[in-house]
């Protein structure tokens, strides 16, 4: 089994940078993409950026531009740096790992206030 660890989220005013990270553990060898989600206030949970294991990233609209997600292998962590951040970008943000056999899992999720 796979276990994902988010953290790095918090209040930020408009304009600032956060870094997330997730941490996984576990069958890591099985996992084929990893992904980060949001979920804003009162809103459905939505896609924000993939990175597969093998093949280029991907990003919502609009966060282009804004955000970068990359990987240390060595320490088994995704890693989403947001920076120019918006009130709009206000959500928890979900880590996701998709598995070779097509098992979704996700993290508890971290909270990322955009607010001055």
């Known amino acids: 089994q796979v276990q994902l660890v988010e953290s790095g989220g918090g209040l930020v005013q408009p304009g600032g940078s956060l870094r997330l990270s997730c941490a996984a553990s576990?069958?890591?060898?099985?996992?084929?993409?990893m992904a980060w989600y949001r979920q804003p206030p009162r809103k459905q949970r939505e896609w924000v950026a993939t990175?597969?294991?093998?093949?280029?990233?991907s990003y919502k609209d609009s966060v282009k531009g804004r955000f970068t997600v990359s990987r240390d292998n060595a320490k088994n962590t995704v890693y989403l740096q947001m920076n120019t951040l918006k009130a709009e970008d206000t959500a928890v943000y979900y880590c996701?790992?998709?598995?070779?056999?097509?098992?979704?899992?996700w993290g508890q999720g971290t909270q990322v206030t955009v607010s001055s």
């Open positions: 990175i597969p294991t093998t093949g280029i990233t």
């Open positions: 996701n790992a998709v598995l070779a056999r097509g098992q979704s899992l």
């Open positions: 576990g069958s890591i060898s099985s996992i084929i993409v």
